[in-house]
């Protein structure tokens, strides 16, 4: 097979391409939410949201609702949840984050088990991405805008309650407003990423761009930039390796992405292990020529 019949020959299938576009715009809204999550340490709180919404996504099948509005539902009714246990109780937060989202993705796993169903219900926890329809990829782009809309227009408070919500709040800001916003962009995030990885890798994608991205700049500006792009080209990337060896394309597109941080863990040129290695042992040779 040639360089240019192993790119073309998937784009011959629909199914592959909405693949692809479900893959990248999935790909590029993780990892912009991921940057966030990342600086503001919340990458416990994005394995609860995504796993949480289980339970609503299989009540939204029951009822004849569309699948995302018993995600949507549930993720912010787990962030409510979470909220109340920490405020109202000695309880700490990751404590009450992994008490909430064990209990609600547990009672999906129940719902799941017990609820007759002509469509493979496990396609949510482990993702369906070559069985997304053309109405599904439209829900989709829709949520994508959404996110990303709101993303951009407060990208300078967001930023500036990841790095200091004090100071935040001195200026005039209200950080647990930001904070909400923050987890409702987080749970229709999660939503989106339903129809691609399923809601157990939903978290890989929501946390290993913005790491790998994290080890590569200092600046939060080229971080945004990065994450996208490295979680779109890895994701492309996995989706063709899947195609060809005829793999679990979600799962593959989360390799992918693992095997970047990895790389990027290994050998970045100021944070990467072997990387600070190779720039210490030039300096000492520079110092001593």
Not at 16 to 30: D, F, G, I, K, S
Not at 95 to 120: E, M, Y
Not at 183 to 192: C, E, F, G, R, S
Request: proline share 3%; aromatic share 8%.
């Amino acid at each position: 097979m040639s360089l240019v019949e192993f790119f073309i020959d998937p784009l011959r299938y629909e199914f592959m391409v909405r693949a692809l576009a479900t893959t990248l715009v999935t790909a590029v809204v993780c990892a912009t939410l991921s940057c966030w999550l990342v600086l503001i340490g919340w990458s416990l709180m994005g394995d609860a949201v995504s796993h949480a919404v289980l339970p609503g996504v299989v009540l939204a099948y029951i009822v004849g609702a569309p699948f995302a509005v018993g995600a949507v539902v549930f993720g912010f009714l787990a962030v409510a949840l979470i909220g109340v246990v920490r405020n109202t109780s000695r309880v700490k937060e990751d404590a009450a984050i992994g008490i909430v989202f064990t209990t609600l993705f547990a009672f999906g796993l129940v719902l799941v088990s017990v609820t007759p169903s002509q469509t493979d219900l496990n396609h949510i926890i482990f993702g369906n991405l070559l069985g997304v329809s053309s109405g599904e990829l439209t829900q989709i782009a829709i949520l994508a805008v959404i996110v990303l809309a709101a993303l951009i227009l407060k990208r300078r408070d967001f930023t500036l309650y990841a790095f200091d919500a004090t100071h935040a709040h001195a200026i005039g800001l209200r950080p647990r407003l930001l904070g909400t916003a923050l987890l409702a962009l987080l749970a229709l995030t999660a939503v989106l990423a339903l129809q691609a990885v399923g809601v157990i890798l939903v978290v890989a994608m929501l946390i290993i761009p913005g790491a790998t991205a994290y080890l590569l700049t200092d600046r939060f500006g080229r971080m945004l930039l990065i994450a996208p792009s490295v979680s779109a080209l890895c994701s492309v990337i996995g989706l063709y390796i899947s195609y060809h060896l005829d793999t679990a394309p979600g799962g593959m597109v989360v390799v992918v992405q693992g095997v970047a941080f990895t790389l990027v863990y290994l050998f970045a040129p100021r944070q990467g292990v072997i990387g600070r290695r190779i720039t210490a042992a030039r300096r000492r040779t520079a110092v001593a020529a």
